[in-house]
């Protein structure tokens, strides 16, 4: 018998802080897939965000850099402009890329900086206790829309994907899901694109992955992944939303 | 240009320095009055394959000066009071994870959208915080177009000495007046960063971070701070006096102010009343000894600012209420005249003054 | 013939695996590990196809999948 899965080698032996059933620990073994299978861990450096993935340089293997909420794209574009050879990516939730961080990936993306970004979209602020993010459903219950989440006030949620590729700079986005299987494997395809943009010195590139909250949202974790496609996918479509076509086949 | 003398403006003369300090990467965002400097920059970073680039906000090119000080770059920002303030957040970042850098601030009016004219009233947001946090900066403090020029040079060994980010804090007439400066030839100091990430190839792998959730780590972290200001505060005191050993009224003023001043300190000597004067060349370290030295034999002090009085508390705590601290500033862009610190002079050595 | 190994001290309990599985062979254990969860086993091995489903949604990389 031979070991047909295990951990990947990017990714470090710890038990991580995340709440039982969060997909963030999906999300960061599939990254650290792509890093052992393009065989970069020695030549990337991770930028660490604000939020439940504040502790994300203690997950992988590579060398990381922990920014300021909201602020990772321009910490990343520091790095990349001063190491150009180097593979960056951010990892940033909702929060800190969709709210507080709105300037920074826009421009960054608009520069087309050799960038890629790993976006968490769970509809919701983890780390402070389950309040309204941008991505926030309309009607959906959160600590500070009690009542659900009335547009007329609070706005509607935000498609980062769709209004960043708007703009020329970026080369490749696309939008996932992390939860079922064939989800899981369409979205390791994706990061793989995402990265292999910047190797490839196209453009940026970024992937809004839809992840879970059990605990913020109240749901068995089981039941959160339901949700994700009752609720999520019909407001936030799958898909790539731009492909370069040099990489577009693997 | 090397060894010869150029006629320079403040903020063009900050941008040489900095390239012959091999500054490898410069981040900012436009605002008067030091918008020379991104623009002597535009030109000459590329002219030496290194990197301009122009930021989206001061905030942005905050952040990129931690992500590319991380990797263990010379890396330089600049801005004026406004925009510095929008850096607070970025800064105290870069001091909590210990990367080195250069921060320019040349001082306009404030407080808010303030002016665009001179001033000193950042003095407190330079040399007590700014932003959140037990930190300090490093705090330069030019007064002549020669010094922004050797102190820019400095400024970067300091960073990279000491892990920390130094401040160069001017003002909008250094900033925009034109004098002749030399350029020696600069050795950077060749300081090893084994702590930048630059991709963990043959090490283990580099966090640059200034989390630290636990309680213990994070008070260790903070002792071994203020273990490094203790002895940035022990070695790297700089100061210029001008007869200040036999002074009556000692004058202290920093930056443009002090060229003022010393105007007025000469007439008093003319017309034979002992006056003096002591510049703080580092804010931060402060000159608290050679203040308190100085004023044994005074009979009173006068600091002169162009704030509300800020660094004047500062002089206070060296002289411990031993002799009297007097205070002249003028504010929002007005500067005064030799002759008005003149006149202060003589109302603190209790002198009749014709009003 | 197949094999699936947990790292049952890293196991949150959370059912993704159990929810997942073709087989259906996978169930939280009665008794709990070190954090205090039922973790995550397999009573009947030798239903086991080696497809590793289980072990891509795992969240915590608890499972080691052997064919």
């Keep these: 018998m031979k070991v047909v899965f295990e951990r990947p080698r990017a990714l470090s032996d710890v038990t991580s802080h995340y709440c039982p059933g969060c997909t963030h620990g999906i999300i960061h073994r599939l990254v650290a897939e792509v890093i052992d299978e393009l065989g970069i861990l020695e030549r990337t450096i991770g930028v660490a965000s604000v939020g439940c993935s504040v502790l994300a340089y203690n997950y992988l ?190 | 240009m090397l060894g010869e003398k150029v006629l320079m403006k403040g903020n063009e003369a900050i941008g040489e ?184 190839k043959g090490r283990e792998k580099n966090i640059v971070n200034s989390l630290y959730l636990d309680p213990s780590r994070l008070e260790e972290h903070n002792r071994h701070l203020q273990e490094k200001y203790k002895q940035i505060a022990e070695n790297e005191v700089r100061y210029d006096s001008y007869r200040s050993e036999d002074a009556e009224v000692l004058v202290v003023a920093y930056g443009i102010t002090a060229r003022i001043a010393r105007t007025a300190v000469e007439m008093a000597r003319a017309d034979g009343l002992a006056a003096g004067l002591l510049r703080p060349i580092t804010l931060f370290p402060f000159p608290a000894d050679a203040i308190a030295q100085a004023a044994e034999g005074a009979e009173a002090l006068l600091t002169v600012e162009l704030s509300a009085g800020q660094m004047v508390e500062d002089v206070r705590l060296a002289v411990n209420g031993k002799k009297p601290v007097y205070f002249y500033g003028r504010t929002g862009g007005m500067m005064p005249t030799p002759e008005e610190v003149y006149r202060e002079i003589l109302k603190v050595a209790g002198k009749e003054v014709a009003e | 013939m197949a094999r699936v190994e947990f790292n049952v001290d890293r196991c949150k309990g959370c059912e993704l695996c159990t929810a997942f599985c073709p087989q259906k062979i996978i169930k939280l254990a009665e008794g709990i590990n070190k954090m205090g969860y039922h973790p995550a086993a397999v009573e009947e091995m030798d239903k086991c196809t080696g497809c590793a489903i289980c072990a891509r949604v795992c969240p915590d990389c608890v499972i080691t999948v052997y064919k």
Excluded at chain 2, 111 to 124: E, W
């Design chain 2, 17 to 200: 320095a900095a390239i012959r300090a091999g500054c490898q990467l410069y981040f900012a965002y436009p605002i008067t009055p030091q918008s020379e400097l991104p623009q002597y920059l535009a030109r000459r970073m590329p002219e030496e394959g290194r990197v301009f680039l122009q930021a989206e906000s001061e905030i942005a090119a905050i952040n990129m000066v931690y992500g590319a000080a991380g990797t263990g770059a010379r890396v330089m920002t600049s801005s004026s009071s406004p925009g510095i303030s929008l850096k607070q957040e970025g800064i105290s970042y870069i001091a909590g994870a210990e990367l080195p850098c250069v921060i320019v601030n040349i001082v306009r009016g404030g407080p808010g959208l303030g002016g665009i004219q001179p001033a000193q009233s950042d003095y407190f947001q330079a040399t007590k915080g700014g932003g959140h946090g037990d930190y300090r900066l490093i705090v330069l403090a030019p007064a002549s177009v020669q010094e922004m020029v050797d102190l820019t040079i400095l400024a970067f060994d300091l960073a990279d000495k000491y892990r920390n980010p130094v401040m160069i804090l001017g003002d909008g007439v250094l900033g925009q007046m034109m004098e002749p400066v030399e350029f020696k030839a600069v050795e950077p100091a060749n300081i090893p960063k084994p702590w930048a990430t630059t991709g963990r």
């Design chain 1, 61 to 250: 293997e590579c060398d990381w850099q922990q920014a300021a909420h909201g602020r990772a794209p321009a910490v990343a574009t520091g790095i990349k402009r001063s190491l150009p050879d180097r593979v960056v990516f951010t990892y940033q939730g909702d929060g800190d890329l969709a709210s507080i961080g709105t300037a920074e990936i826009v421009h960054a993306a608009n520069r087309g900086e050799r960038l890629t970004v790993i976006y968490v979209n769970n509809a919701i602020y983890g780390m402070t206790g389950g309040q309204m993010a941008p991505t926030t459903l309309e009607g959906q219950v959160t600590a500070t829309t009690p009542l659900g989440r009335d547009v007329s006030r609070a706005g509607h949620p935000m498609r980062m994907a769709e209004m960043l590729a708007t703009l020329p700079g970026v080369s490749y986005l696309a939008r996932v899901a992390v939860n079922k299987p064939a989800n899981i494997m369409r979205a390791k395809k994706a990061i793989k694109q995402a990265f292999m943009v910047q190797i490839d010195d196209l453009g940026f590139g970024m992937v809004e992955i839809l992840s879970t909250c059990p605990t913020n949202w109240g749901l068995h974790p089981v039941k959160a992944l339901e949700w994700v496609d009752e609720a999520m996918v019909p407001y936030y479509p799958l898909g790539e939303f731009k492909v370069p076509g040099e990489v577009k086949e693997e």
